[in-house]
């Protein structure tokens, strides 16, 4: 399994930056695609960004042109540098670790433990 551990995140003025990072430990890293995700209170959880194992990128629409994940296999670290922050983009954020599997349960997640980001207009 992995573990990861998010630092980052906290009080943002709309149009300022932030950093979130997430360090994996305990098991292989460059198998898994990362992503980042968040909760909005009253919301579902959403896929922020996603990077693959392999490297490749995508992102929810209302980020694109603003966030981008980066991935470090050395490091076993990723990622999600947000600009031009909104006040919208307040929610709690998740880095998580997926592998796909050719058993049940088909796929495995990984969790980490949630920094809250908070945009103020």
């Known amino acids: 399994q992995v573990q990861l551990v998010q630092s980052g995140g906290g009080l943002v003025q709309a149009g300022g930056s932030l950093r979130l990072s997430c360090a994996a430990s305990g098991s292989v890293f460059f198998v898994y695609d990362m992503g980042w995700y968040r909760q909005a209170p009253g919301k579902q959880r959403e896929l922020v960004a996603v990077i693959t194992s392999s490297g490749s990128t995508n992102y929810q629409d209302s980020v694109k042109g603003r966030f981008a994940i980066s991935r470090d296999n050395a490091k076993k670290t990723v990622d999600l540098q947000m600009n031009s922050l909104k006040p919208e983009d307040t929610a709690v954020y998740y880095c998580?670790?997926?592998?796909?599997?050719?058993?049940?349960?088909?796929?495995?997640?990984?969790w980490g433990q949630g920094t809250q980001v908070t945009v103020s207009s």
């Open positions: 998580n670790a997926r592998r796909l599997t050719l058993s049940s349960p088909g796929e495995m997640n990984y």
